[in-house]
């Protein structure tokens, strides 16, 4: 707040936006769109309590899997496999892409001593894009693997097709080409599984993608508007106000079925994203716009595919909103996740259904 006003910007929020061109309408419409859907998040819950046979339903009963884990091992090779199935709608030039990335090295595969932990890629604009992976076998990583060549992919075409200057993409758009792979992804195993088990265990993954990476990052945006917002209207915040802010919007966001403990209250400490102002909104803009795109593909085929491709080509050549816009996905508007919100509709069908 003190940066705002010593940089003479209207708010906060403005400040933190504006350097990406960000306007404000697009962090108001995504908090607005999803208050204006949370009775999805709620028959979500209300679902979870009965499949789970509870008669009350806590925070923590959210991470009880709905169905024990899929025991599996699969091996790499065919992991491969399985992501270049998801990927076909994509096109030859893409898997073209995909498979030089595994066969010229690009990815590290296995854990290793002294390897650290997770996955990521990364690379320069001079090198081949490099991808860090921890492979132990199970569908999770099959996921993590087209996830992350997602990224480098992108980087790949981003450093093919700009300059230096204007190779690398923001952070706004980080996430958009990583999560279309692990949605096209998504939609090929599920499509294709025969067997009820483990059918269910793809659909409530993909539910609480969703939930964890739409509902609840938003939840987390509105928590940063309402307290910049107060401060900016004068009204000091104690630790016991922000409490209160935080265990009104747990109830709001998850509803009538769950059982909202006063421990939940404290959460928002241990929150670090917090520290990097107007941050969180992102992961629910890119996942809807990833899976914007998902979708676009899915239906409209080659012509999708060509658009898509184009802002995979964009690097930062452009403001974020303007290099989405162009390729057909317009995040000034609802309907990215308004389309989010009616794909997590259809799941919560099959999984009353199955």
């Keep these: 707040m003190f940066i705002s006003k010593t940089r003479k910007y209207k708010s906060s ?5 504006k350097p ?53 091992h699969i091996e ?23 498979n030089e990335g595994i066969e010229d090295g690009w990815v590290d595969i296995y854990p290793n001593k002294g390897k650290r932990g997770g996955a990521y890629s990364t690379g320069d604009y001079d090198t081949m ?21 997602g990224h480098s992919i992108h980087s790949y075409y981003s450093r093919k097709n700009q300059p230096y200057i204007y190779s690398d993409y923001s952070l706004f758009c980080a996430e958009v080409a990583s999560t279309t792979n692990e949605s096209l992804l998504m939609h090929y195993l599920i499509g294709n599984e025969k067997d009820e088990k483990r059918k269910l265990y793809l659909i409530n993954q993909e539910l609480e993608q969703i939930r964890t990476t739409v509902f609840r990052q938003v939840m987390f945006a509105e928590f940063e508007k309402i307290t910049h917002e ?8 104690t630790g016991e106000d922000l409490c209160k802010i935080w265990r009104n919007l747990n109830k709001k966001y998850f509803g009538p079925d769950m059982v909202v403990d006063e421990e939940i209250d404290m959460e928002w400490s241990r929150i670090p994203h917090f520290y990097s102002d107007f941050y969180v909104y ?17 239906k409209n085929g080659e012509s999708a595919v060509e ?7 964009s690097g930062s050549s452009d403001y974020p909103i303007n290099v989405l816009r162009k390729a057909g996905v317009d995040m000034t508007t609802p309907k990215p996740l308004e389309d989010t919100i009616k794909r997590f509709d259809e799941l919560l069908d099959m999984l009353e259904n199955v």
């Design 129 to 149: 894009p490099y991808v860090l992976l921890n492979y132990d076998y199970k569908l999770t990583d099959v996921s993590t693997l087209a996830h992350e060549m």
């Design 13 to 17: 929020m403005e400040c933190s936006l």
């Design 20 to 72: 990406n061109d960000i306007p404000m309408e697009v962090y108001n419409n995504t908090v607005d769109t999803i208050n204006n859907n949370l009775k999805s998040l709620h028959r979500y819950v209300s679902i979870k309590k009965k499949l789970l046979g509870l008669d009350e339903m806590h925070m923590y009963d959210l991470y009880v899997p709905l169905i024990d884990t899929v025991q599996e």
């Design 76 to 98: 790499y090779d065919e992991a491969v496999k399985t992501v270049k199935e998801g990927l076909k709608p994509l096109g030859k030039e893409y898997l073209d892409i995909f």
């Design 282 to 298: 992102q992961y629910a803009t890119g996942y809807a716009a990833a899976h914007s795109f998902a979708n676009a593909i899915l």
């Design 230 to 237: 107060s401060i900016e209207n004068g009204t000091p915040l």
């Design 307 to 313: 658009a898509y491709k184009g802002f995979l080509k």
